[in-house]
Structures are given as structure tokens and as C-alpha cells.
């Protein structure tokens, strides 16, 4: 009896798609710092800037696998007070005419400091400068890397 090429071909098929399944599944962690409050210059009037005013700031960033996941030491991952503290030094260093800018340089940071995959960063302003009733005014920012 004599046999078809074909069923080799498939044969390789199956053994690929087990092979894939033998890694296991698939894990990522995902830091977030919500309502991070600091007293900030930001903003397009030379009031805001001068006067300055409170910021709120929420982060969400996912780092891949850390080795904590399998060591459990605090070394082997990220540092949340070291990132509120880079986020701080960021915002309160200089001003920024825009919300924009500023989740701009914060993801920018925490990607290449951190090694984020991926970045959200939302600044808020509770009491902004604007004649009319609103609760606050927000900027967010993604980044992803390609």
C-alpha cells in the first residue's frame, strides 16, 4: 500500500500545534497607580503655571513576566513607590502648557525605565480654570510598543 506525502505534511501540522500548546499559558502583569495626587505648573495660562495647581494622575502599565512571578522577591519586579516617585519628579520639574505633553514624557519614561509594553497615562484636573460648573478635565494617552 503505498503512502501519500500528504499525510506527512499533516502529521507535521498536528505536532506543531501540540508543541505550541506544551508552553503553557500565557501570563502578563499589569501595573496601575490610581489617583496619584500632586500639587503641579501645568497648564495654558501664565496663572496655571505661576499659581500651579492640583494634578491627579492614574498610570496603568503592563511590565510582561517579571521573574517575581516565580522568585516572589520584590527586587524581581516593579517598585511602586519608584514609579510614583519618577511620575512626581516628572510632573513637579517643569511646566507643560499641555496635559498632553505631559502624559507624553510620563509614558515615555516609565516605557524605557520600566520596560512597560504598554502605557496609559491620565492626568486630571479637578478644580480646572474654566468659567462653567464641570467636576474635572482630563487628558489620557496611550502607547503601545510595535
Given at each position: 500500500?503505498?503512502?501519500?506525502?500528504?499525510?506527512?505534511?499533516?502529521?507535521?501540522?498536528?505536532?506543531?500545534?501540540?508543541?505550541?500548546?506544551?508552553?503553557?499559558?500565557?501570563?502578563?502583569?499589569?501595573?496601575?497607580?490610581?489617583?496619584?495626587?500632586?500639587?503641579?505648573?501645568?497648564?495654558?495660562?501664565?496663572?496655571?503655571?505661576?499659581?500651579?495647581?492640583?494634578?491627579?494622575?492614574?498610570?496603568?502599565?503592563?511590565?510582561?513576566?517579571?521573574?517575581?512571578?516565580?522568585?516572589?522577591?520584590?527586587?524581581?519586579?516593579?517598585?511602586?513607590?519608584?514609579?510614583?516617585?519618577?511620575?512626581?519628579?516628572?510632573?513637579?520639574?517643569?511646566?507643560?502648557?499641555?496635559?498632553?505633553?505631559?502624559?507624553?514624557?510620563?509614558?515615555?519614561?516609565?516605557?524605557?525605565?520600566?520596560?512597560?509594553?504598554?502605557?496609559?497615562?491620565?492626568?486630571?484636573?479637578?478644580?480646572?480654570?474654566?468659567?462653567?460648573?464641570?467636576?474635572?478635565?482630563?487628558?489620557?494617552?496611550?502607547?503601545?510598543?510595535r
Amino acid at each position: 500500500m503505498a503512502r501519500d506525502e500528504s499525510d506527512d505534511y499533516e502529521d507535521d501540522e498536528d505536532l506543531s500545534e501540540e508543541d505550541e500548546d506544551d508552553e503553557g499559558p500565557e501570563i502578563g502583569v499589569t501595573v496601575e497607580i490610581v489617583g496619584l495626587s500632586l500639587y503641579t505648573h501645568h497648564g495654558v495660562t501664565a496663572a496655571e503655571r505661576e499659581i500651579g495647581q492640583r494634578l491627579v494622575l492614574d498610570v496603568r502599565f503592563d511590565i510582561g513576566e517579571p521573574d517575581a512571578l516565580i522568585t516572589d522577591r520584590v527586587e524581581d519586579t516593579v517598585d511602586y513607590g519608584e514609579v510614583c516617585q519618577v511620575i512626581a519628579l516628572i510632573a513637579q520639574a517643569r511646566s507643560y502648557r499641555t496635559l498632553e505633553r505631559l502624559c507624553s514624557v510620563i509614558a515615555d519614561r516609565l516605557a524605557s525605565q520600566f520596560g512597560a509594553e504598554s502605557v496609559t497615562v491620565k492626568a486630571s484636573k479637578p478644580e480646572p480654570p474654566i468659567p462653567l460648573p464641570v467636576e474635572e478635565v482630563s487628558v489620557e494617552l496611550w502607547r503601545e510598543e510595535r
